[in-house]
Structures are given as structure tokens and as C-alpha cells.
């Protein structure tokens, strides 16, 4: 047996992980993706026409989720290897802690943007954009519902997808320390049970679950959690042009079917059928096998081809990306409720181009300043922290 | 608190038939009709956003397929008649087309109204996407044997705000004449309400203080879709004279 399948089945005990040198790739590719999703955010605007889903079945929520699994890896893995379970799944509960008052207080944030925009313009259509009907026409169910996250309005779905992952974090990690390959595979048949008999969490009120249902989404954030340990233990990606091939041959497809106005397999017997369907939409809910797919496909290319320490990634774009991206809670937060407010000026403004693009850079540039001040504060405080106390703490 | 919302009675209904020949509904209901002969029932499955789901109504049995089931009722007593609520606020036509068979077609109807194409419009997601995807759901329900009502996007007092609205309502009414499905005009029918002076322009798209969508619009919807209904079911218009 070659050493990927034994370590592919076997993994590798908690004292064998190695310490990578801070991957560059993954602060600077979420940075991006949190800039894509502040402008895909805001509909129907001019640049979110050029944002990768136009191109691609997945598109950035897949590769964010994916990026949260290595990164949770890195993190709290680590964490779990060198100090035990009950440290790592503490530390692991303080963050969800986090994460759940962030997605409350933008619960918050964004009832009050629109209800305010609605009582200006009389526009209830802003109401209906993001279904939040419910928190206005039954105030306190919705807020119970809320704080069980069992009641999410849209854009307000995805920090209620990262609790849950987050909080099963500690036994997937385990599962993917002692053998990766039964832990993707156990997962992707979860995915597809779920899918087959309809499993979601509830979104209430109606019959709708989760936008983003973690039965599906969970294989999304275990192949990163895998990735991130393979990562850690110091696997090297194997040399396998004929896997470059189909990932490119992947890419292609899905660009062709997204982009071509026109069924190109229109006679072909079920694969005409199959093309319809993907160029009327990729559900996104239950998580289509091509998202995957095609996620994989990206996913390996940035493996073979972007070096963690390439060039571009040291760059100026890059760096400023990764300093968004060091910050994707605040980042994201911000991006949500500034695409929000920038759904209403579009709207207001009858979508006039020179506001659109105004907008976007706008946001843009607000984003990029917040991951920038974060750092600086960071620094800041790191560097107080570590400087002599000269003063009594002030009681 | 907030106060309790009137009732809103019916004596008020007529308002609701104001300019109705401007816009008539006369739908060909063959697969309700039958389902009414042979077995004294009919299911109808209301599928769609915020307007079918309601939410926007002070009460639950405000929303409009609680009063068309009602309305339904009273004009034929003696059947057995449900209208199943599948309105899901916020969902765009391709998240409806996902559940087609296993909300809608599941309940075994013999007619699926189907609003929708309001946040394809907001959203700008393409027209010929569109007409995909409303060909596609149409096919389905067709296919299943039921008949179908698809529901034009609601009038909007200040429509600039989304420059392509009315292209995309095109689209709508297109797809529907082309696989033969009747619309139910509810776009003309608003804007008439809101030039006939009996309503606020509150009670038709505002809401009042509270952020509540008022419920008289909703109730016009239902009613003149009983109307129709009622009507191509028992070939007797509303005011009595016989259809055709």
C-alpha cells in the first residue's frame, strides 16, 4: 500500500502533525470571495453579472464553506492535537458563542434597514426580497424562531450553517484524524440520504428549511476539514496531470453551459435534458452534485498551481485581499448589511449605472478599509499586550 | 399593542369587481370541473411568494388562498372544497419549480395557482431563464393532468425603481399564451383599484403604521379569483349571468 492510501485510511495520530508555514492562499482567497458576496448581494446589479457564478456551477458560498473546514482545521485542530478535546471544543464553543451574537445582532441591523427603508419609500417589495415579512407580521414568534435560528431571512443563513458545522467540528476533526477517507465517504452519504428523503432543518413559518441545508453543506465543510488535516500532517499533492486534465475539462463545461444562450446538446438523449435543467438553475439548497464538482475541480487546481507563497499572493492585490480575509467575521457582517442598504439606493435610483458602479466600489472600499483597520488594531493591541506594564490596571 | 385589524366585510366586495371588464378572468378549468363532477371536491394549491404566503396579512386566515377557500364555499355550497397554502415568502420561480412535485403535485389538486416571477424581476435573473423556468413548471403541472392559473406580478405604485418590471411581466404572460395557460390579470386589476378612488393607496401596496400589509387587496385577489373559478366551474358569472 503507497503511503497517500495508507494515510487516506489510517490518518495519522495527534503528535504527528507538522507546523506549515502560514498558507497564504487561504486569507487571500477569502478575502476575494467575501468581496464577491457583498456584490453578488445586491441583485440584478451590473457587476455582480461578472461575479463567478456566471461561469461556474459553485460559486463563492461553496468555496467559503470549504475554506472554513481547513481553516477550522488549522485553527482549532491544532489546538485539539497539542491540548486535548475538552480544550479545543471549549475554544471551539467560544467562537459559535461569537458567531451566534454576530448573527443576532445583524438579525437586528438588517429588520431595522428595511423596516426603516419601507416606512420612507412604501416600497413592501424590499420586504419580500429578503423574506422578512414574518418579523413584521408576527413580531415575537419571528424572534423566537430567531434566536433558535429556526426563522432566517435570506443573506441571514449562512452564520447559522457555520454554528452548525462549527459545533461538530471537534468529532468530524477526530473522524478526519483517524481515517480521512471513511469520514468523506460516510459524509457524502449522509448528503445524499438527507437529500433523498428530504431532511432539512426548519425555516419557519412555512415548509421551507434551511436555505443553506446542513444535511447537504455538511460535505462541503468536512472535504475542507480533510484537506486542512492532510494539510497539517504535511501531505504533498500528488502529481496527477490526468486529474489537471479533467479539472480543467470541468471548468470548461461549466463555463459552456452557463455562458451559451443556446442548449449545445439539445439532441443528445438525457444529457440534452441534463443540460436544460443546469441552465435554469444549480440548487443550491440541497447542494447539486455538479457544485461539488466543480468546487473539487477549482479546488484542485489552486492546489497544484498557486504555490502557498506565490508571487501574486505576496502582491499588493494580494496582500490587501488576505487583510480582508484575515477578518471574515467582521468583513462579512459589514458586507451584508452594506449589500443591503445598497439594494435599497440601487432600487430608489431606478439602477442608473453610474450609482450601481459607485455602490459596488463603495462597498468595496469600505470592506477593504474595515479588514485594514482591523489589522492595524490588531497590531495595536498586540503589541500593547506584549509591552511592560508600566501603569496599574485602573479598577 | 398593536390594535386587532377590521374585519373586512364583504358587502364591501363590490368595490373589488371595479373595472372587472377592463380585465376579465374566464379561465378553462376542464380537470377541475371533472375533479367537481366525479367526486364533489376541489383541491387547489395556491403555490408562490409573500402574496400566497401571506405573511404580510395581520392573520394567517387573511392571506388570500384562506379567503378564496371561503369565497369558494359560500359559492358552492355542498362541495368539498381545500385550498392548500404553499406560499413561501421571498422564493424565486426556480425555488418553486424545485418543490413542483412534492408540494404541489404531491397534494393531488385539480388546479395549481401559481404566483410568481416577482423576485426574478427584483433580482434581474434574465428573461429567457425565465421563460425556462416557468415553461418547464408549467409542463409539469400540465403533464400531471391539473389545471393552472398563473398569477400576473402584483402593480407597483412607483414602478422605476425596477426598470425591467414590465419586461418581465411580459415574459410571464407570454410563457402562459403560448402553453395555454389562463393569467390571472392581477397587475391591471391593482392599477384599476388604485384609480377608483374606494381604495387608499394604503390598503392596495402601503402598510400602515404598524408595517402590516393591509388585508383589503388580498381579499379583492381572492374574491375575483372566485369569481373566475366559481364561474367557469358553474357557467354563472358573479352577476349572474350565465358565461359565454
Known amino acids: ?395 | 399593542m398593536l390594535a386587532a385589524p377590521k374585519p373586512l366585510a364583504p358587502a364591501n366586495d363590490a368595490r373589488c369587481r371595479a373595472g372587472a371588464s377592463q380585465h376579465p378572468f374566464a379561465p378553462v378549468l376542464p380537470a377541475a370541473k371533472r375533479a367537481l363532477t366525479e367526486t364533489n371536491q376541489l383541491v387547489i394549491v395556491a403555490l408562490g411568494s409573500s402574496t400566497t404566503a401571506g405573511s404580510g396579512a395581520s392573520e394567517a386566515n387573511n392571506s388570500y388562498p384562506a379567503v378564496l377557500e371561503a369565497e369558494l364555499r359560500r359559492r358552492l355550497p355542498g362541495r368539498e372544497i381545500k385550498v392548500i397554502n404553499k406560499g413561501v415568502g421571498g422564493q424565486s420561480a426556480y425555488d418553486m419549480l424545485l418543490r413542483m412535485e412534492s408540494d404541489v403535485i404531491a397534494e393531488k389538486p385539480s388546479l395549481v395557482i401559481w404566483q410568481t416571477a416577482v423576485n426574478d424581476a427584483i433580482r434581474d435573473i434574465g428573461e429567457e431563464k425565465l421563460a425556462k423556468i416557468l415553461k418547464k413548471g408549467i409542463r409539469q403541472v400540465q403533464g400531471a393532468g391539473i389545471d393552472l392559473v398563473l398569477m400576473d406580478l402584483q402593480w407597483l405604485p412607483r414602478e422605476g425603481r425596477y426598470p425591467k418590471y414590465d419586461d418581465y411581466r411580459a415574459v410571464l404572460a407570454k410563457t402562459a399564451a403560448e402553453n395555454n395557460v389562463a393569467v390571472f390579470p392581477r397587475y391591471g386589476m391593482m392599477r384599476t383599484w388604485s384609480r377608483s378612488k374606494q381604495f387608499t393607496p394604503e390598503e392596495l401596496v402601503g402598510m400602515d403604521g404598524d408595517l402590516h400589509l393591509v388585508d383589503a387587496g388580498y381579499r379583492c385577489l381572492a374574491v375575483r379569483l372566485a369569481d373566475g373559478i366559481a364561474a367557469a366551474l358553474t357557467g354563472v358569472r358573479p352577476d349572474g349571468k350565465p358565461t359565454n
Open chain 1, 1 to 395: 500500500m503507497s503511503g497517500f492510501w495508507r494515510l487516506m485510511l489510517f490518518g495519522k495520530g495527534p503528535r504527528e502533525a507538522a507546523l506549515p508555514g502560514r498558507d497564504l492562499r487561504i486569507d487571500a482567497i477569502r478575502g476575494l470571495i467575501l468581496l464577491i458576496i457583498f456584490v453578488n448581494h445586491m441583485p440584478g446589479n451590473v457587476v455582480s453579472g461578472w461575479m463567478p457564478y456566471n461561469y461556474g456551477f459553485s460559486d463563492a458560498a461553496d468555496i467559503f464553506v470549504l475554506l472554513a473546514g481547513v481553516s477550522a482545521a488549522f485553527a482549532y485542530g491544532r489546538l485539539i492535537d497539542q491540548r486535548g478535546m475538552l480544550v479545543g471544543s471549549l475554544k471551539v464553543g467560544a467562537r459559535i458563542w461569537t458567531l451566534y451574537i454576530a448573527h443576532l445582532a445583524l438579525f437586528v441591523l438588517v429588520c431595522g434597514i428595511i423596516a426603516t427603508a419601507i416606512v420612507r419609500t412604501q416600497n413592501s417589495l424590499y420586504m419580500e426580497a429578503i423574506n422578512i415579512q414574518p418579523f413584521f407580521s408576527d413580531t415575537p414568534a419571528a424572534v423566537i424562531n430567531a434566536l433558535g435560528l429556526t426563522y432566517q431571512p435570506y443573506y441571514l443563513d449562512i452564520l447559522p450553517l457555520y454554528i452548525v458545522l462549527l459545533a461538530l467540528f471537534p468529532l468530524i476533526y477526530v473522524a478526519a484524524r483517524t481515517s480521512p477517507l471513511p469520514t468523506v465517504i460516510f459524509s457524502l452519504a449522509i448528503w445524499q440520504v438527507a437529500t433523498h428523503f428530504g431532511l432539512n432543518l426548519p425555516n419557519h413559518p412555512g415548509e421551507a428549511g434551511w436555505f443553506f441545508n446542513p444535511f447537504a453543506w455538511q460535505v462541503i465543510f468536512v472535504l475542507g476539514v480533510v484537506l486542512g488535516r492532510l494539510a497539517l500532517v504535511g501531505a504533498t499533492v500528488p502529481r496527477l496531470v490526468v486529474l489537471d486534465l479533467l479539472a480543467v475539462g470541468v471548468l470548461v463545461f461549466a463555463a459552456a453551459v452557463k455562458l451559451s444562450t443556446s442548449n449545445f446538446l439539445a439532441g443528445v438523449p438525457v444529457l440534452g435534458e441534463w443540460v436544460d435543467g443546469l441552465q435554469i438553475g444549480i440548487d443550491k439548497t440541497n447542494l447539486a452534485v455538479v457544485r461539488v464538482v466543480h468546487l473539487l475541480a477549482l479546488a484542485w487546481l489552486v492546489l497544484r498551481y498557486l504555490r502557498p507563497g506565490a508571487a501574486l499572493l505576496r502582491s499588493r492585490i494580494g496582500g490587501g485581499l488576505a487583510v480582508i480575509g484575515r477578518h471574515s467575521l467582521e468583513v462579512f457582517c459589514a458586507g451584508i448589511v452594506l449589500a443591503i442598504a445598497g439594494q435599497i439606493i440601487l432600487a430608489e435610483t431606478s439602477f442608473v449605472l453610474w450609482v450601481q458602479l459607485l455602490v459596488n466600489f463603495a462597498g468595496i472600499t469600505i470592506l477593504a478599509g474595515l479588514g485594514m483597520f482591523l489589522s492595524w488594531y490588531k497590531t495595536l493591541t498586540a503589541r500593547a499586550a506584549g509591552a511592560p506594564r508600566e501603569q496599574p490596571v485602573a479598577a
